[in-house]
């Protein structure tokens, strides 16, 4: 009995391995890849206004002075997109 468990537990790993693709691809999709390029250039914009937006509230707060000099860098790279 204990030679057939085996046999059945090594088929499985052995089917599950050659089979890996198709899983991953029917349990786990890629969100991102029926996108098309419009919708990948609109989830980047959103991507850059949400990073501009935290970086203008940080600096609401407290004025420019509260931004590092990383953080200047990145909103000027940001705004020239």
Not at 11 to 28: M, S
Request: aromatic share 8%.
């Amino acid at each position: 009995m204990t030679e057939v468990l085996v046999l059945v537990i090594i088929v499985a790993a052995v089917l599950l391995f050659f089979n890996r693709a198709w899983i991953k691809n029917r349990f786990f999709p890629d969100k991102h890849r029926n996108y098309t390029i419009d919708d990948q250039f609109n989830s980047d914009k959103r991507d850059r206004e949400k990073e501009i937006d935290r970086l203008l509230s940080k600096m609401g707060r407290n004025g420019i002075n509260d931004l590092s000099a990383k953080d200047r860098k990145r909103l000027d790279e940001l705004s020239k997109m």
